[in-house]
């Protein structure tokens, strides 16, 4: 049975939010306490901070409570139930509950959750029939597809952009230089440490080929092997972070939502950071909030990393169960309910193909369609030791960025083999 059969209508639900509004309001719809039974839909949702921090998942309560009774309308009867989990916490807990034959049946996540959850066997594949595939561009489902199946569907993306103060800047920098340039003239610029939110400077150095590979790696215990240009590339790209660190309005943040409660309170005048936050953005800072796309090098914008958020679904789930879950996606993927998700709160793009992105009236969706037709996305090979070369080269970075380390011999960790 393929999911796109017989989809469910659901109502506009508002940005990551979006998440959020599942993860935070869905719970009422089967409020009453947990019940056991075949009409109990069970989902999980990865929220996007370490924390769990609930900030920014906002408080959409008139839009969540039509998700539900538009859900109801048509599924009398019908509870969904929902547990929500800060990022790198899901997979050890879909794990916990999944050894006791009570994982749920449908799972929000980032692909890199939804990677390990699929090589740890802790979710199941499903059919995909024509009008499934239809309802989604290829660049976003190619990496999930197992045959005739996919071991994860694409649900929304989330492009990273640039956000600034108005009042600060009018006109946004064309390339990295420029943004140096205008913090040494009293601009303060936030940037994150982290790898995938900080892809983005490695544009102007040509260095995302050699980081893509550091991130992939070789074989456990091996020794990363760049070509020269490769090398001389990474070489330019700490180079310049250690250049950064060395700016007086410049600072760097483990935590992109720090970045973006900086920016909020008028500490930050211009940071990078991804289309989730930009509701929140806009509630705080009204006209004032500006979005543009990211600088490369000579007015060549760069190439972000869009975070694309995935359903998969769980294991353990009745026939009842199951048919819901796969209604429940396949509704989400709609024409309709796709552009509902973008419009409520522009942040979320569609990955449903038929669905037109406004540019032409919008400069804030031109802003985040340039940057999703500019952006790549990682495919790892192995999530877990990837994750773990993530860390490792961010462990680095803090280090450079601190003035402990200096580019050359951070180089020669990079490089240097693994424990």
Known sequence: MGFGLAPLPLAPVKGLRVLAALALLLTCGGCGGIAVGPDNLYISVETSTKSGSTSELGDNRNISSTLIERFRSLNPGVAVHIRHFPAGELVAATRFRDGRGLGPDLIVSRVITALQLHQQGLSSDVSLDPDARNRLEPRFQNSFRKGSKAFAVPFLAQPQVACFDRRRLTQPPGSVDA??????????????????????????????????????????????????????????????????????????????????????????????????????????????????????????????????????????????????????????????????????????????????????????????????????????????????????????LKKVVQGELPPEPAITQLLAPTP
């Not at 790696?217 to 001389?232: K, N, W």
């Open 179 to 396: 943004l140096l340039a205008l913090s040494a003239k009293g601009l303060r610029v936030g940037l994150p440490i982290t790898v995938g939110e900080l892809f983005w400077t490695t544009t102007a150095q040509g260095a995302g080929p050699a980081v893509a590979q550091l991130l992939d790696g070789p074989p456990a215990g091996g020794a990363a092997t760049l070509s020269a240009a490769d090398q001389r590339a990474l070489e330019r790209w700490i180079g310049w972070i250690y250049d950064a660190s060395l700016q007086q309005n410049v600072s760097f943040s483990e935590d992109p939502f720090e970045l973006v409660q900086q920016l909020e309170r008028g500490e930050r005048d211009w940071i990078s950071c991804s289309s989730l936050w930009i509701d929140s953005l806009r509630q705080r800072m009204g006209p004032n909030l500006g979005v543009s796309v990211l600088p490369g090098r000579a007015d060549t914008p760069a190439m972000p990393v869009t975070r694309l958020l995935v359903w998969s679904f769980g294991r353990h789930s009745s026939a009842r169960q199951r048919l819901l879950a796969e209604r429940f996606v396949a509704f989400s993927l709609n024409e309709v309910t796709q552009k509902q998700l973008m419009v409520a709160v522009p942040g979320n793009l569609p990955v449903n193909p038929n669905v037109m992105i406004p540019t032409r009236s919008s400069a804030l969706m031109a802003a985040l369609a340039f940057s999703l037709d500019r952006s790549r996305m990682f495919e790892f090979r192995d999530p877990d030791a990837s994750i773990a070369r993530g860390e490792r080269l961010e462990s680095m």
